[in-house]
């Protein structure tokens, strides 16, 4: 595979929004949210400009670009660096599943192959950690999951997380154990990890990831309704 790059200043792309896939039926309302419609161009996301974001694209850049080449013929998703950006079946819906939650390469992960239930991500906070599988559906919703290290911060610094997570739809945050690093934000294929619980690149992740339409797989899908609950919980 090719080294992971960086966000530096990307030039936003024109590029087709793909046919969300995120549910196994032909009805986009059977998950909440509708599908995008394939000729419709992204309504007002961008590539942000934030340093020492990790993009899983490669050379397409985002969300919609890769799947508008998908659909062209361009590439397929089993060609792409990291394929788990395009993969979006609902694991516990195909036959033969064998009742366990889906394990990821990544963890946290970014994306891939996930649960049919999306975890409640409308500014929540959890105090346990979370099944990835439905965190992961709650990043195809278009939602940026905040995670921590308990063994790396101390209650004051997960405090002054929570305050950026609460009130904040479309986000959640959870402690995450082994995951080596004190704070990691994921959305759909991006990823900024970080030792400063104060870095100031948290908010700006936040509010720049957030429902971006270039990297959210399913416009208009909701944060509330889904499972709230922990693992051990």
Same mark, same amino acid.
């Given at each position: 595979?090719?080294?992971?790059?960086?966000?530096?200043?990307?030039?936003?792309?024109?590029?087709?929004?793909?046919?969300?896939?995120?549910?196994?039926?032909?009805?986009?309302?059977?998950?909440?949210?509708?599908?995008?419609?394939?000729?419709?161009?992204?309504?007002?996301? %961008?590539?942000?400009?934030?340093?020492?974001?990790?993009?899983?694209?490669? @050379?397409?850049? $985002?969300? /919609?670009? #890769?799947? *508008?080449?998908?659909?062209?013929?361009?590439?397929?998703?089993?060609?792409?660096?990291?394929?788990?950006?395009?993969?979006?079946?609902?694991?516990?819906?195909?036959?033969?599943?064998?009742?366990?939650?889906?394990?990821?390469?990544?963890?946290?992960?970014?994306?891939?192959?996930?649960?049919?239930?999306?975890?409640?991500?409308?500014?929540?906070?959890?105090?346990?950690?979370?099944?990835?599988?439905?965190?992961?559906? %709650?990043?195809?919703?278009?939602?940026?999951?905040?995670?921590?290290?308990? @063994?790396?911060? $101390?209650? /004051?610094? #997960?405090? *002054?997380?929570?305050?950026?997570?609460?009130?904040?739809?479309?986000?959640?945050?959870?402690?995450?154990?082994?995951?080596?690093?004190?704070?990691?934000?994921?959305?759909?294929?991006?990823?900024?990890?970080?030792?400063?619980?104060?870095?100031?690149?948290?908010?700006?992740?936040?509010?720049?990831?957030?429902?971006?339409?270039?990297?959210?797989?399913?416009?208009?899908?909701?944060?509330?309704?889904?499972?709230?609950?922990?693992?051990?919980?």
């Amino acid at each position: 595979m090719r080294p992971l790059r960086t966000w530096t200043a990307v030039t936003p792309l024109l590029a087709l929004v793909a046919l969300a896939a995120c549910t196994p039926s032909s009805d986009p309302s059977a998950d909440g949210g509708a599908a995008a419609d394939p000729g419709a161009m992204p309504g007002g996301g %961008s590539a942000p400009d934030i340093s020492g974001v990790t993009s899983f694209y490669g @050379e397409y850049g $985002d969300y /919609a670009t #890769v799947m *508008a080449a998908i659909q062209t013929g361009d590439v397929t998703a089993e060609e792409l660096d990291y394929p788990f950006v395009a993969q979006q079946d609902h694991v516990d819906a195909q036959n033969g599943w064998d009742g366990q939650p889906p394990v990821y390469e990544m963890q946290p992960p970014v994306g891939g192959n996930h649960l049919g239930q999306w975890q409640t991500c409308t500014g929540s906070v959890y105090d346990a950690p979370l099944v990835d599988g439905h965190a992961v559906h %709650s990043m195809e919703h278009g939602a940026v999951w905040l995670t921590y290290d308990p @063994e790396l911060l $101390d209650q /004051a610094s #997960v405090d *002054a997380l929570a305050l950026l997570i609460q009130n904040r739809d479309y986000s959640l945050m959870s402690p995450y154990p082994g995951q080596g690093v004190p704070v990691s934000l994921q959305s759909w294929g991006n990823q900024y990890q970080t030792d400063d619980p104060a870095d100031q690149v948290i908010e700006d992740y936040l509010d720049a990831f957030v429902l971006n339409d270039r990297f959210n797989p399913e416009p208009m899908a909701t944060c509330a309704g889904g499972v709230n609950t922990t693992i051990g919980g």
